[in-house]
């Protein structure tokens, strides 16, 4: 052994625990894994369950080690892998200790024996200990002939309580394993934590139509919004989103799709009820056109006059409806100088009843970049400079919008 040579005690693995979300903390998972080629994507599901807070455990069965080594699985969850059961009786301790198990990949083999009741390896032997008694994922991965060969198991384990399976992906004859976007989502949908304060972002940039095709709109790039519910979910709140045009959140963040200004407030309107706090950050049009055709406008008219009315300020009517909520907005400007921008976004704050406002100057840093320079004012009059990457100063946001609500819990 080298002199300077440390021992490792914990599993680098460890350090990505909650890195995206608390939605699986303290949740104890078991990655069953069998012999399709597509084991070799099993170290990364593992990984992104350990993101959002899981403890993973991993389970293989004899012919798997054909596929992908035991190291590299060992590198997936952080834990030593279970091949065999033993006299430590690894399927109960599994049983006992694990909140849920997760076959991924599951071969026509596995699906049938487990089917048929029969266990002769650790994976399906584990599975019938989880079999309506906790929430068993089956992921299947195979041939196409061979999916439809199994389909009556398959029927009767989906008749099973607490049995669910993640359907494959046809292509080129082959039913090919889901995503592990949409394993590790449809796990938190099922058994993911319920946290206790709900954060509504309103994000990207509204679109107004002239005509069937045409729509008046802005650069927002949304870029804002998802670095802000990325941050919320890190630090445990419950998050959705309404998302208009730009970058759209994360598969594990709830979001609902919207284009014009009018949708996004009756949206907001709709899901604010159940929200605690409500973050404006969308760039929401304040204008449409008067009248909208019902078809395409010929392209060969010389010239398009256009009239536009006034959009309903999205804010104000939150605040209308919503008095006692947390209610955050933003305010652009383009090249004014700072003293303005602080006071022009006061003059919000106080018109809207804001409880939080963050100003930025769009002659800075323009729509799509991935950094800033804002100024936060709260309406205690706090006021913080902050620059750096959206991700950066999205969780600067998130500390200063936590300390906003410890003062509501204690009226």
């Given amino acids: 052994m080298p002199k300077n ?17 608390k939605l699986l903390e303290n949740k104890k998972i078991v990655v069953g894994v069998t ?15 350990i993101r959002h807070g899981a403890e993973v455990y991993c389970i293989i069965t004899e012919e798997t080690k054909k596929i992908i080594g035991k190291d590299a699985l060992t590198f997936g969850c952080g834990n030593e892998v279970m091949e065999e059961i033993t006299g430590n009786i690894e399927h109960v301790a599994l049983y006992d200790e694990c909140d849920a198990m997760i076959i991924y990949p599951a071969t026509a083999n ?45 029927e009767k384990l989906k008749s099973k309580e607490n049995v669910y399976f993640i359907s494959p992906k046809m292509e080129e004859e082959k039913a090919k394993v889901a995503s592990i976007e949409d394993v590790v989502g449809f796990v938190i949908e099922k058994i993911g934590n319920k946290m206790d304060k709900k954060v509504l972002i309103l994000n990207g940039g509204t679109a107004e139509f002239i005509d069937k095709v ?39 963040i709830k979001t609902h799709k919207v284009l014009t200004a009018e949708e996004m407030l009756n949206k907001a309107l709709e899901i604010g009820k159940d929200a605690d706090i409500i973050i404006s950050c969308a760039a929401i049009s304040d204008y449409k056109p008067e009248s909208t055709s019902d ?10 006059t256009i009239k536009l009315k006034r959009n309903p300020k999205v804010l104000e009517e939150l605040r209308k409806e919503f008095k006692d909520k947390i209610i955050i907005g ?51 009059n706090t006021i913080k400079k902050i620059k750096g990457k959206k991700s950066e100063i999205a969780k600067e946001i998130v500390s200063m919008v936590k300390k906003l609500i410890i003062p509501r819990r204690c009226q």
């Fill in 110 to 154: 596995i699906i049938s024996k487990i089917a048929l009741n029969i266990a002769d390896n650790i994976v399906n032997t584990t599975a019938m200990m989880f079999l309506e008694k906790k929430p068993l994922f089956i992921v299947p991965a195979m041939h196409e002939n061979m999916l439809n060969a199994i389909k009556e198991h398959i």
């Fill in 295 to 304: 078809k395409k406008i010929s392209s060969e008219n010389e010239e398009l």
């Fill in 214 to 252: 045409r729509v008046i709109s802005n650069l927002s790039s949304g870029k804002t919004g998802v670095a802000l519910a990325e941050a919320f979910c890190r630090e445990g709140f419950d998050v959705e989103v309404i998302n208009a045009l730009g970058l759209t959140p994360p598969y594990y």
């Fill in 35 to 49: 012999s399709s080629i597509a084991a070799i994507e099993t170290p990364k599901l593992m990984r992104e369950l």
């Fill in 5 to 21: 040579f440390k021992v490792i005690n914990i599993h680098p693995t460890k350090k990505l625990k909650g890195t995206k979300s």
């Fill in 330 to 380: 933003f305010k652009a400007e383009y090249g004014i100088e700072e003293e303005e921008l602080i006071k022009k976004a006061k003059d919000r704050m106080k018109k809207y009843g804001l409880d939080m406002i963050i100003a930025n100057d769009l002659s800075k840093h323009y729509f799509g970049d991935d950094y800033n320079e804002v100024i936060a004012i709260s309406k205690d």
